[in-house]
């Protein structure tokens, strides 16, 4: 081994141990507010289920684990009803599963061990790949930068399956294709070691099926993962083989389901009964025999979903957009290396399997984008587009192998400019995931019109179908940063100093006019400017003085019954009256008041 290799294996253990480290000590709960909400609530709930009951059900004495360090109680989580009135876990197990017996050992701890431990499996993973044509040192930084130049490594301090899943995908593909590389790149006949051995061998191929089985449990769209490994060996006329690889995989994805429904008696962990239970109080079934499962929660199944949701295929165009270049999805700006492993490929040789891959990461975006066209990203709660980490491994291994130092710096360089405050504030950022996006570079980025519902700005209560006009033709504004006071007025709001207020107004009819009544702030000779679906229209008030701007406006942007138009409100100048006005207990810094009137089309 070389001095080049022992130092670059040392940066990458380093760099384990530092996450080890952190994993073991941490103290999550106050870093967390105590609270965790949605998916991280369900997941740690059935991590402790499985360790300390060895079921999946839900049950009181669960229900007093999780108060232990949660006091909020377990918000939004997903549960479902079974027979004999039985109160099941609502998510895939496989993540809960594989995180339990460190959960047992290590609390709540456990969770971020198990990651550590994935973390480390990655790094040796992408190091040995790259080493075959790179050199150690580059092999181990573009394998830490493809994680950490990203919002990626933010999931790995989530209790949610995001960091598992893209763990799982890397390591599966790993196995399936430096075997492949190898016989790319091999010159020599250097003595293979026992693991080189089986890293060359069909073993890795039927590992990675049966592991594939499990990415699917828990992440029914990670099915792509088969698609190169069978189609790869079918092009070599390997049919055996295929059929093994195919059988593999189904056992393993029997195995797990085959266990979902022998503990809950349903195929199906998302379908049936299904609930969200969100409670102010603080009291969430089976805390008091008055509270129970049938008189309380949201319906929340799977059941029927496609014609709930589906929308028409014009859409599918508009969240390809979205999803590579949107302002809260966008994979241009929060992973992209993703980005730049496309544009190499698109300008570089390119080998059956590559393309491979590329069919199977198209594959399972259009699986998102079809089949969740207003939620694909993951939810409002999501940093990002936290649903992109199980496919963003693909891009890992799609470009060539060749690797500069001008990648290296080119990458470092955008996280900089996009992603550098998400990545130093890792839990402020997750709890408040909108918070970038309130400022430059974002605001100039376009918003996923599709997402509406699914917005991060959403999780701010005041920002959120905040209603405008009068019954019943009003509308619900949904904010996009904090250049605005919460209302107190009942009629209007007010804009935050000379700040641009920018918002997405939602109707369920379509508008003919967008009526804007203006209250100017103290200040005399304020310049107000109002722009409506990309008309803007200017006005000078005087102190005080009110005016009206009318915009007409078509269908906007539509999406079956819903009708969005996007609005931007800024006054020239602020004012704090409490300052300007001995009478005056104003302390708010007021831009200007605006009231909406809308005109429903005829």
């Known amino acids: 081994m070389t001095e080049e290799k022992k130092l670059s294996l040392i940066l990458l253990v380093l760099v384990f141990l530092f996450f080890l480290g952190l994993s073991l000590f941490i103290n999550f709960p106050p870093l967390h507010n105590h609270f965790l909400f949605a998916d991280q609530a369900v997941y740690y709930a059935m991590a402790q289920s499985i360790a300390y009951d060895g079921d999946l059900e839900y049950s009181k004495k669960d229900l007093a684990r999780y108060y232990q360090d949660f ?25 809960s599963l594989f995180a339990a017996l460190f959960v047992k050992i290590f609390s709540t701890n456990g969770f971020f061990v198990l990651h550590s431990l994935l973390l480390l499996g990655v790094l040796f993973a992408g190091f040995t790949y790259l080493s075959l044509s790179n050199s150690p040192i580059i092999s181990s930084f573009y394998t830490l930068t493809f994680l950490f130049a990203s919002v990626a490594c933010v999931y790995y301090i989530w209790i949610a399956p995001d960091f598992f899943n893209l763990c799982l995908a890397f390591l599966i593909l790993f196995l399936w294709t430096y075997k492949l590389k190898v ?153 992209f290396p993703a980005f730049l492993s496309l544009l190499l490929f698109a300008f570089g040789s390119r080998r059956l399997y590559q393309w491979l891959i590329l069919l199977a990461l198209a594959g399972e975006i259009l699986i998102y984008i079809i089949f ?110 904090d250049n605005f006071y919460p209302r107190q007025e009942p009629s209007g709001i007010w804009t935050r100093g000379p700040r641009t207020a920018e918002m997405v107004l939602k109707t369920y009819f379509p508008a003919s006019e967008i009526i804007v009544h203006l209250l100017n702030n103290p200040r005399s000779r304020n310049e107000i400017t109002v722009k409506v679906e990309g008309k803007t229209q200017k006005i000078i008030l005087g102190s005080k003085q009110r005016g009206t701007l009318v915009f007409p406006v078509g269908k906007g942007f539509q999406m079956k019954e819903i009708h969005l ?38």
Not at 80 to 95: L, P, Q, R, T, V
């Open 71 to 95: 006091p909020s109680g377990p918000q939004g989580i997903f549960l479902k009803k079974g027979k004999e009135g039985k109160i099941f876990y609502a998510k895939s197990f496989a993540y």
């Open 372 to 481: 969740m066209p207003t939620n694909y990203g993951g939810g409002g709660g999501s940093l990002a587009n936290r649903y992109f980490l199980a496919i963003y491994p693909f891009f890992f291994f799609l470009p060539g192998l060749k690797k500069t130092r001008k990648e290296l710096i080119l990458i470092w360089i955008v996280a900089a400019f996009f992603i550098s405050q998400i990545i130093v504030s890792p839990f402020r950022s997750s709890a408040s995931p909108a918070n970038h996006v309130k400022k430059f570079p974002f605001k100039i980025l376009p918003v996923e019109m599709t997402l509406v519902n699914e917005f991060p700005t959403n999780t701010n209560p005041s920002a959120f179908r905040v209603s405008f006009g009068k019954p019943p033709n009003d509308g619900y504004m949904h904010f996009l940063d």
């Open 183 to 335: 016989k790319e790149v091999e010159c020599s006949e250097e003595k293979k070691g026992r693991f080189q051995i089986f890293l060359q061998s069909d073993w890795t191929d039927y590992l990675a099926s049966f592991l594939a089985g499990i990415a699917v449990f828990s992440k029914p769209p990670n099915a792509v993962l088969m698609l190169p490994l069978v189609l790869g060996t079918l092009f070599q006329k390997r049919f055996l083989k295929s059929l093994l690889l195919v059988f593999l995989f189904i056992l393993s994805l029997s195995l797990l389901f085959g266990t979902n429904y022998l503990l809950t008696s349903d195929w199906n962990y998302m379908g049936g009964e299904r609930k969200t239970f969100i409670s102010q109080e603080g009291v969430f079934p089976l805390a008091k025999e008055s509270v129970t499962f049938d008189n309380t929660g949201y319906l929340m199944t799977s059941e029927g979903y496609f014609k709930r949701f589906l929308i028409p295929v014009k859409f599918i165009l508009y969240n390809l957009f979205y999803y590579f270049s949107g302002r809260f999805t966008g994979i241009v700006w929060y992973f």
């Open 565 to 602: 138009y996007r609005l931007k409100i800024r006054a020239s100048k602020g004012s704090i009256p409490y300052y300007e006005d001995k009478q005056s207990q104003e302390r708010r810094f007021l831009g200007v008041f605006f009231e909406l009137e809308i005109i429903p089309r005829k």
